[in-house]
């Protein structure tokens, strides 16, 4: 029978998983979202960034490896995926600027790009699997379920960051100068504004955040060269959803996935969830392609 | 190439797959042709849609993976005869396909990559969940093999499975063949290049790209059935990123929107890819460094060659006019 109590308590729980979700798909899709508003393509090497980062801030944290602290490993592996984005954009996006078909080259050459990492990431660093530390030890109560404080640094810095990258976006110049590069290349071009240099920075800010995010689920989850796999393919959805070219869109796309998550698998359970998810992106794709705040 | 190199290169293929296996029995040779085959009427057929239609449908190996899976359900669970196999796995695999066209119709560029990916990964969530039938994470396995009254087509290292795949393959040229040269082949063709041209001269866009897709869809099917009764299993491997790049790969490497291509892609692939095996995951560096090299610098891919070729060949030699009129 069901009473009120457990309905209460199924109510918490749903709150409190589907904010960890929707927090975690923010951090994952603010990078995606970037390139592809700026770009207009879709990198899939973003769910190898985020498994590499997080190899690289083990390497650097972890006692096995060279033992410099949690802050240290998390700042060198930021670093390293704006790097590694930067090199992305050199060899696999900025040759093919131009071309007819952009999108779909981009498709193919990031996709390769994913693949050639996973792979070197297996190399390096073996099969074995890895964990990072927490960030923040012990639980956080929230709206009557425990958390863990991983969790709540989780929810509280997702925002944030969406936060900071809007006022870069919005009160910088190269913040400007990159959504003017969006909204009209060649005019950006005419009125003086390095459109290659944009595209890179862009690219590299990207690829932080998606370091950021490995860094944040690695600490979660066991860290193995697929890691970003899964993340990659959620991300995807949020992006679509939310709307070309609307950052609140992405937002809203992702805590709308995350507590969608939550809800449905709270009565339907975790296997039929994910199924769930793509029938109800194929139907959204087709009913709505613009998504929910993109412009057509 | 000359207009009578074409048909001798043609029997001369077929014929050295034919008589393949009486020159040698080596058991790892078999195995290794059988698949490259299998990967040639894969690529081949996948060229229909992304080649010739100019559609980036992402699904066509998760057809191939559909009609294994349908084919070993059936043959295995509910005790349908293997023979059967392969005509499950066909209309397994067209009834996906008319499934994925259906959204495919409303939308373009990277929404129909999306949505065909997309469709992938909810073929592939089905099937882990619902482990009673698929066998879930660890895939299906003791799928019935095919036999006729005491000759398993296992024997003789798998020549039954050899020659079963190569009758495919030789229908799937015809038929991409055919197609390339039909008023079906030239209408789809019209719609890739200049879509709005074609619709107003009355080329019917949604009939034609549904009719696209299940002509398609339908060597997967078949290939997808006997490659289930050839290795006896069914992985959800198959609806994987990885299978989806090596397949890529080699249609990028033969030239897509070419009869040949593909398979010559398939072929060159396949052995480059047993040439490289003992560097273990090394050779998957190899296989994305050629993909971008290939889209960087040879666009047309090994189709392109000849081309290539031809025109290196135009510009070294001396025009003939000047040295006329001097003479």
């Given at each position: 029978m069901v009473t009120l109590d457990s309905l209460l308590l199924g109510f918490q729980s749903i709150f409190a998983s589907g904010l960890v979700l929707a927090s975690l798909y923010v951090l994952m899709a603010a990078g995606l979202a970037l390139v592809w508003n700026t770009l207009g393509i879709f990198n899939f090497t973003h769910g190898a960034l985020m498994a590499v980062a997080a190899y690289v801030a083990w390497t650097v944290a972890d006692p096995r490896g060279l033992d410099l602290g949690l802050a240290v490993g998390v700042i060198v592996a930021i670093l390293v995926a704006a790097l590694l984005g930067l090199v992305i954009n050199y060899l696999l996006v900025a040759p093919f600027l131009g071309q007819k078909q952009i999108v779909l080259i981009a498709v193919m050459t990031t996709l390769s790009g994913a693949f050639f990492i996973e792979n070197s990431a297996l190399l390096i660093w073996g099969p074995r699997i890895k964990q990072l530390d927490k960030f923040v030890e012990g639980n956080v109560k929230i709206a009557g379920t425990t958390i863990s404080g991983h969790e709540a640094v989780i929810i509280v810095?997702?925002?944030?960051?969406?936060?900071?990258?809007?006022?870069?976006?919005?009160?910088?110049?190269?913040?400007?100068?990159?959504?003017?590069?969006?909204?009209?290349?060649?005019?950006?071009?005419?009125?003086?504004?390095?459109?290659?240099?944009?595209?890179?920075?862009?690219?590299?800010i990207a690829a932080a955040l998606a370091g950021f995010a490995g860094i944040m689920l690695g600490a979660i989850r066991f860290i193995t060269p697929g890691l970003g796999g899964e993340p990659l393919l959620k991300a995807l959805i949020v992006v679509i959803l939310g709307g070309l070219g609307s950052m609140p869109g992405t937002v809203l796309g992702a805590y709308l996935v995350g507590f969608g998550e939550a809800i449905s698998t709270y009565f339907l359970g975790a296997y039929w969830t994910q199924a769930m998810l793509f029938l109800v992106f194929i139907a959204f794709l087709v009913l709505r392609p613009n998504g929910l705040l993109g412009k057509p | 190439m000359e207009k009578n190199a074409r048909p001798i290169a043609v029997a001369t293929f077929f014929a050295v797959l034919l008589v393949l296996p009486l020159a040698n029995g080596d058991s790892y040779v078999r195995h290794i042709s059988i698949i490259a085959i299998m990967y040639a009427v894969l690529v081949s057929s996948w060229n229909i849609t992304l080649g010739y239609g100019g559609v980036f449908n992402f699904a066509h190996m998760a057809f191939f993976a559909v009609g294994a899976y349908a084919t070993g359900i059936l043959t295995k669970t509910f005790g349908f005869s293997p023979w059967w196999g392969m005509p499950i796995g066909i209309v397994?695999?067209?009834?996906?396909?008319?499934?994925?066209?259906?959204?495919?119709?409303?939308?373009?560029?990277?929404?129909?990559?999306?949505?065909?990916?997309?469709?992938?990964?909810?073929?592939?969530?089905?099937?882990?969940?619902?482990?009673?039938?698929?066998?879930?994470?660890?895939?299906?396995?003791?799928?019935?093999p095919l036999e006729i009254g005491a000759f398993s087509f296992r024997d003789y290292q798998n020549i039954g499975y050899y020659y079963l795949s190569l009758a495919i393959l030789a229908i799937t040229v015809a038929a991409v063949t055919w197609f390339s040269r039909s008023r079906f082949?030239?209408?789809?063709?019209?719609?890739?290049?200049?879509?709005?041209?074609?619709?107003?001269?009355?080329?019917?866009?949604?009939?034609?790209?549904?009719?696209?897709?299940?002509f398609s869809a339908i060597f997967p099917g078949a290939i997808g059935a006997v490659y289930a009764q050839y290795v006896r299993s069914a992985s959800p491997d198959m609806f994987g990123f990885s299978f989806l790049t090596l397949a890529l790969s080699m249609l990028l490497l033969g030239g897509i929107g070419t009869v040949w291509g593909p398979i010559a892609g398939a072929f060159v692939f396949t052995i480059l890819s047993e040439v490289m095996a003992p560097l273990g995951p090394g050779r998957y560096l190899v296989t994305a460094v050629l993909i971008v090299l290939i889209l960087r610098f040879f666009p047309k891919g090994l189709a392109g060659i000849p081309q290539f070729l031809a025109q290196q060949w135009t510009r070294a030699k001396p025009k003939p006019q000047p040295a006329a009129e001097k003479a």
């Open positions: 810095v997702a925002p944030l960051l969406m936060l900071g990258l809007w006022a870069f976006l919005r009160f910088t110049w190269t913040g400007s100068a990159i959504r003017a590069v969006a909204q009209n290349r060649e005019f950006a071009e005419l009125s003086g504004i390095r459109v290659k240099r944009m595209y890179a920075i862009a690219f590299a | 397994a695999s067209v009834v996906a396909s008319v499934l994925v066209c259906l959204p495919v119709l409303r939308l373009k560029g990277i929404y129909v990559i999306l949505v065909t990916f997309a469709f992938g990964q909810l073929c592939l969530q089905i099937v882990l969940n619902q482990r009673e039938l698929t066998g879930g994470n660890f895939g299906l396995v003791q799928i019935p082949g030239w209408r789809v063709i019209a719609l890739r290049d200049n879509e709005p041209y074609a619709v107003s001269r009355g080329v019917p866009l949604s009939r034609i790209r549904l009719a696209t897709f299940v």
